[in-house]
């Protein structure tokens, strides 16, 4: 079975500081894709960062930036510099193949002014 | 322009009834997909097609049937609802392109069934 594992349901961050969100993952498949989506209260998914397995180099996005670590499974999301606007459900997802997307349980994000 | 389009937004009906909402998509993607957002935002696929054929079919029940008349379609129709089909049902859709895998989702559509 593939899963994904997100331990923390809620986090909280400063606005302007720094927090990471973690995931981990469970696969026997040596090449896949790794996502991290935001859904902030609007309901819209929207992806925020993509990580293909066979790329060793964290994926950046502006503020938002990885830390991929495929031995340990592991696949966390630094948000820099925090913004109110970051407050979301923040899910991770991993996607084995062009048809199959898994997703974790998520971890909603605060952002205190 | 919407890339992913479903509707209704939101539906609300009597346990019983029987409801379908909608998707289209215009970014000429294969694969399309039904997930499923409980209440405690657990998102989980429900279905998935390919070029209209079905190739992913989770454990649902068989009141749910998609149909897919076109590779730009796929719509969802539930027959006699129950209370616990109140969720929020998401579309997508995705293309495995050398360039990245992405899925693209739909705004959603909250069920809500009394």
Redesign the interface.
């Known amino acids: 079975a593939q899963t994904v594992t997100q331990s923390q349901p809620e986090m909280s961050v400063q606005e302007a500081e720094t927090v990471t969100l973690s995931c981990t993952y469970d696969t026997s498949e040596s090449d896949y ?1 790794l ?1 991290w ?1 935001k ?1 902030p209260p609007s ?3 929207i ?1 925020v960062i ?1 990580q ?1 397995a066979y790329k060793q180099q964290n994926a950046t996005e502006n503020r938002f930036s990885v830390n991929f670590q495929k031995a340990a499974k592991s696949f966390s999301l630094k948000i820099s510099d925090s913004q109110l606007g970051d407050a979301a ?1 923040y ?1 991770c ?1 991993y ?1 084995p ?7 974790g ?2 971890t ?1 994000l605060t952002v205190i002014p | 322009d919407t890339a992913v389009s479903q509707t209704p937004k939101y539906l609300v009906t009597q346990m019983g009834n029987d409801k379908s909402i909608k998707c289209e998509q215009n970014l000429g993607h294969d694969t399309m997909y039904w997930y499923k957002q409980d209440s405690k935002k657990f998102l989980k696929i429900m279905f998935s097609y390919n070029n209209k054929e079905l190739i992913i079919n989770e454990t649902v029940p068989n009141r749910f049937s998609p149909k897919s008349p076109d590779k730009a379609h796929l719509n969802l129709h539930i027959n006699s609802l129950e209370l616990g089909d109140s969720a929020v049902y998401f579309c997508a859709s995705s293309q495995d392109r050398a360039g990245g895998r992405e899925l693209f989702f739909g705004e959603g559509s909250r069920l809500t069934v009394l």
């Open positions: 894709y996502f989506y859904q309901r819209q998914m992806l993509r293909e459900m899910f997802a996607s193949t062009g048809n199959q997307f898994y997703f349980t998520g909603s």
